[in-house]
Nanobody
Framework: QVQLVESGGGLVQPGGSLRLSCTAS????????MNWYRQAPGKERELVAD???????NYKDSVKGRFTISRENTRNTVYLQMNMLKPEDTAVYYC?????????????WGQGTQVTVSS
């Protein structure tokens, strides 16, 4: 059974920092691209950052230079370091990965962790 468990969310003032963690079980972690999504109230879920099995990364334009995604394969964990946080970063953040099985794909999501940026 695949499980993704996030932690690290909370309330932070504008300009502050948070580090999110997502620990996976039930998969051979180093074989999977890992993603961070977020969903703000009334908005669609959006991809924030991803990291490949080789460690290459991609970011949503609005977080480039502020957020850093990384992975620690020995701990089955992916991180999202968020600096210079803005109120518009407020959202529930989700860890995600996808498994390909033959011609099908299965998406796995964590339970989400709330990030609130407010003074």
């Amino acid at each position: 059974q695949v499980q993704l468990v996030e932690s690290g969310g909370g309330l932070v003032q504008p300009g502050g920092s948070l580090r999110l963690s997502c620990t996976a079980s039930g998969i051979i972690f180093n074989r999977y691209t890992m993603n961070w999504y977020r969903q703000a109230p009334g908005k669609e879920r959006e991809l924030v950052a991803d990291i490949s099995t080789y460690g290459s990364t991609n970011y949503k334009d609005s977080v480039k230079g502020r957020f850093t995604i990384s992975r620690e394969n020995t701990r089955n964990t992916v991180y999202l370091q968020m600096n210079m946080l803005k109120p518009e970063d407020t959202a529930v953040y989700y860890c995600h990965t996808r498994r390909q099985i033959g011609g099908s794909q299965i998406d796995y999501w964590g339970q989400g962790t709330q990030v609130t940026v407010s003074s």
